[in-house]
């Protein structure tokens, strides 16, 4: 079982900058193998993904978030980042992190509040 806690929400002014990390603990498993994500849901709409990397490091991300958001990852400590930079009021939600090491074994954060204020 592989449990993942989001940090580093928060309240920001449009065109600020935050940081989210999530870290991942357990047993008998190989985080580098792991697959994680970033998605994120605002109030009234479904949950959206916000940017993946894969166990080679290459990335995908939304149109939305292209240019601005950056996600990363470091093995050593089991942890996924997501670096949003030039925030909107539309990235307001609870971004929610996601690992998975295969189709049977996937897992989620509890998530954690981003509000961008105008």
């Known amino acids: 079982q592989v449990q993942l806690v989001e940090s580093g929400g928060g309240l920001v002014q449009a065109g600020g900058s935050l940081r989210l990390s999530c870290a991942a603990s357990g047993t008998f498993f190989t985080f580098s193998n792991m697959g994680l994500g970033w998605y994120r849901q605002a109030p009234g709409k479904q949950r959206e993904l916000v940017a993946l990397?894969?166990?080679?490091?290459?990335?995908n991300y939304a149109d939305a978030v292209k240019g601005r958001f950056t996600i990363s990852r470091d093995n050593a400590k089991k942890t996924v980042y997501l670096q949003m930079n030039s925030l909107k009021p539309d990235d307001t939600g609870v971004y929610s992190c996601?690992?998975?090491?295969?189709?049977?074994?996937?897992?989620w954060g509890q998530g954690t509040q981003v509000t961008v204020s105008s």
């Open positions: 990397i894969f166990s080679d490091s290459s990335t």
């Open positions: 996601y690992g998975r090491l295969s189709l049977d074994h996937s897992y």
